[in-house]
């Protein structure tokens, strides 16, 4: 998976699958891009992913998640819920502000 932080008023922490980085997916009048400039950061494993969710909770950011394991690490550490994912042609999508 890939994190990139932006910073700005408020801490912005984009994280994806890493198989869908670059793609565009298209449903209706929906559009999901995966853009790289946006979400290619540092690659990171699910462990590390953990700890950085958990650390950029403490600093309330906000995330942007796409992708089936991003999604569901996110499910996990408690920062979405099932309620709050959305799909664009089957592929998964979160937001939130904490």
Same mark, same amino acid.
Not at 16 to 41: A, H, P, T
């Given at each position: 998976?890939?994190? $990139? %932080?932006?910073?700005?008023?408020? *801490?912005?922490?984009? %994280?994806?699958?890493?198989?869908?980085?670059? $793609?565009?997916? #298209?449903?209706? &009048?929906?559009?999901?891009?995966?853009? #790289?400039?946006?979400?290619?950061?540092?690659?990171?494993? $699910? +462990?590390?992913?953990? =700890?950085?969710? =958990?650390?950029?909770?403490?600093?309330?950011? *906000?995330? &942007?998640?796409?992708? #089936?394991?991003?999604?569901? /690490?996110?499910?996990? *550490?408690?920062? /979405?819920? $099932?309620?709050?994912?959305?799909?664009? &042609?089957?592929? +998964?999508?979160?937001? *939130?502000?904490?």
């Amino acid at each position: 998976m890939f994190v $990139k %932080i932006h910073h700005s008023y408020r *801490t912005v922490v984009a %994280i994806c699958d890493s198989k869908i980085l670059g $793609k565009k997916f #298209e449903e209706g &009048n929906r559009q999901l891009d995966v853009k #790289e400039s946006f979400y290619k950061g540092q690659e990171v494993s $699910k +462990p590390e992913l953990l =700890k950085l969710i =958990k650390r950029q909770v403490i600093e309330d950011a *906000t995330f &942007n998640i796409v992708g #089936e394991e991003s999604v569901a /690490i996110a499910l996990e *550490t408690g920062i /979405i819920k $099932k309620e709050g994912i959305h799909k664009v &042609n089957g592929v +998964p999508f979160a937001l *939130t502000l904490l």
